[in-house]
């Protein structure tokens, strides 16, 4: 049983021992010749911090923040471990005893036959007042236990048969206890916001604590195995450190020296902490914990098609469910199963013309994914039922790029492209050229960038629609009222307009309103099958009834309204406008002010122009 601590030290004076400046990244390069396949096959299972309070008589973990913080950490720490670590359940003969520190008094404690999971740590937790400097402590439990062979290796690894040797090569915890300082000024936040100098970041301290609590240790065999004058050989801190050097250890070996750093960031198990800075797990620190057993999702995969022609590339799940493996196939043959990584997914397209198809991942991915389609005229696509999130790019040439379920970002870059955002709260970026963008339901954000002719399409929900630079046009189509402004648009949802220049709604079967009064850009407005009525701005507008009863009216600007089959009322307001009643019977015209041109079309129609110099025809 272990118990190490960490400690407050002062904001100055700090060193930086490391020299990393790169950082390893699983990939797989898939080349004309095929795939590279790298993984092992196995079953993968994550890990799970599981906490106890019920030695928390204080009360410390009352305020639910502070669990929340506390497990969030163990949270951030199991996603990157997938270890199949065997369930503690006695039965019959077979019976053991935890031992751990008591979070609240520091003296030892038991809990006969502690029932733990597969895939589980479980970390009794709570507080009391700490010695000098120190601010938390944290380290994995101990045990007796008494059965038959199997059920005392089963207690004493979980499964990890490196855990059995000898000279161990593996551990296999059940849990332990980790502690902080009741008396601490403690910023309790998910985040950083609110840090500041006089506080002492919870967050660090609980994955510094869990750390130790998974074996980072001058007692465990498994850590200390590499351990030679002050330096740790361990071959993944090896790689992960700089290559070239070991790293440096502090006095007590059981911490990084003070002050080491991975890719600029220093690492959390060193052993202090300054007030007012928040230390997440670096790669050094997980690389540590490869190193003594524990195996981990990669930080980050990438899928490369590496030469110039158009493949197909469709990503889904491998069918076993929870098992932190997708797979990828190539045009349809090849076929390689991944470990999901813990940040980022990246799949990168050939500069052919590529089709990317996301149709599923496991359940429990939950990382980031990027697409890039590359040059080449590219489709990027996810099925429906694909719900996480997604970035995609589709590089140089005309692209064609949809959204799935979950809250997409769909850049079309160069060329003209098609953006379809789908179903959640979608950002898509026409980019150059004339680009048609739909968001579909959801709270979506529309931006064409720059060229001319890009079309917006405005679906469900409150949208945010931004033109760009050149004259850009908003389509709506829907069997409801819209109202339009030069900065809005309700119907649908409130749209919100930037740099809209023309703007075309169609209405339903219904009796829509069409009100555009407000719009100093063009409008064109196409009633359908009810009683509508259009109403023009300023601009030069285009009113169409089609069939029914309808009322059209120009506004200002020269406009042009047509009547369409029904009995309509047509007015062109100010402007020079064509006022036509098409195909309807008792049509009603009026010219308004300006030079108007009024046709009455087929049937008996009452024309009248009051205002200019008007044309009857």
């Known amino acids: 049983m272990l118990f190490r601590s960490l400690e407050v030290r002062p904001r100055k004076g700090r060193s930086v021992v490391g020299r990393r400046t790169r950082r390893r990244r699983e990939s797989a390069v898939v080349p004309v010749a095929g795939l590279i396949e790298t993984l092992e096959d196995r079953t993968l299972l994550s890990v799970q911090f599981v906490f106890d309070y019920s030695y928390d008589t204080a009360g410390f973990f009352d305020d639910q923040a502070r669990r929340d913080v506390l497990e969030q950490a163990g949270a951030d720490l199991g996603r990157r471990l997938y270890d199949e670590l065997d369930d503690l359940t006695a039965s019959g003969a077979n019976s053991w005893s935890a031992t751990f520190i008591n979070p609240e008094t520091g003296v030892t404690a038991s809990e006969s036959d502690l029932v733990v999971a597969a895939d589980t740590l479980y970390v009794f937790a709570g507080a009391r007042d700490l010695d000098g400097d120190d601010v938390g402590r944290g380290g994995y439990g101990g045990f007796s236990a008494t059965g038959d062979p199997d059920w005392l290796d089963r207690v004493r690894a979980r499964g990890q048969d490196g855990a059995l040797l000898p000279a161990p090569t593996d551990f296999g915890p059940w849990g332990g206890s980790i502690t902080f300082d009741s008396l601490t000024t403690w910023h309790f936040g998910p985040s950083t916001t609110g840090l500041d100098l006089a506080e002492i970041d919870f967050y660090s301290v609980a994955v510094h604590e869990l750390g130790h609590l998974l074996g980072i240790s001058n007692a465990n065999p498994s850590w200390t195995q590499w351990i030679n004058e002050g330096e740790f050989e361990g071959p993944a801190a090896l790689a992960e450190f700089d290559g070239l050097a070991n790293v440096p250890l502090a006095a007590d070996d059981g911490h990084w020296g003070e002050g080491v750093t991975d890719d600029g960031q220093e690492a959390a198990m060193d052993p202090s902490l300054a007030s007012g800075e928040r230390k997440e797990f670096t790669e050094l620190d997980f690389a540590g914990l490869v190193d003594l057993g524990w195996a981990l999702l990669p930080e980050t995969y990438t899928i490369d098609v590496a030469d110039g022609s158009g493949h197909s590339i469709l990503i889904e799940d491998d069918t076993i469910a929870s098992d932190y493996r997708s797979r990828v196939t190539i045009d349809g043959s090849e076929t390689v199963t991944f470990l999901v990584p813990a940040d980022v997914l990246t799949i990168n397209g050939a500069d052919g013309d ?28 996810a099925l429906p039922a694909f719900d996480w999130d997604f970035e995609a790019r589709g590089g140089n040439g005309n ?62 929900g409150d949208d945010t629609l931004d033109g760009g630079a050149g004259i850009d046009q908003v389509e709506a189509e829907s069997d409801a009222d819209f109202t339009l402004s030069d900065n809005s648009l309700d119907g649908l949802g409130t749209d919100v307009l930037t740099d809209v220049e023309e703007v075309k709604i169609t209405a339903g079967p219904g009796a829509n309103l069409l009100d555009a009064t407000a719009f100093s850009g063009t409008a064109t407005l196409f009633g359908a099958g009810g009683e509508d009525t259009l109403k023009g701005g300023s601009g030069a507008d285009l009113l169409v009834g089609n069939s029914g009863q309808d009322t059209l009216e120009g506004g200002g600007g020269d406009d042009r309204l047509l009547g369409g089959s029904g009995t309509d009322w047509l007015d062109g307001g100010s402007g020079d406008d064509l006022v036509n009643g098409q195909g309807g019977q008792r049509d009603s015209l009026i010219g308004g002010d300006g030079d108007d041109t009024l046709d009455g079309g087929a049937g008996i129609d009452w024309v009248v122009g009051p205002g200019g110099v008007d044309w009857v025809l």
């Open 354 to 381: 590529d089709t990317i198809t996301l149709a599923g991942m496991d359940a429990e991915f939950t990382a980031r994914i990027v697409v890039n389609g590359q040059d080449g005229d590219d489709t990027i696509s």
């Open 399 to 460: 692209d064609s790029l949809a959204g799935g379920d979950g809250d997409d970002t769909l850049n079309g870059d160069a060329g003209a492209d098609v953006l379809s955002g789908g179903e959640g709260d979608d950002e898509l970026n026409g980019g150059d050229a004339a680009d048609h963008l739909a968001g579909g339901p959801g709270a979506d954000v529309l931006d064409g960038g720059d060229g001319d002719g890009d079309t917006l399409i405005a679906d469900g």
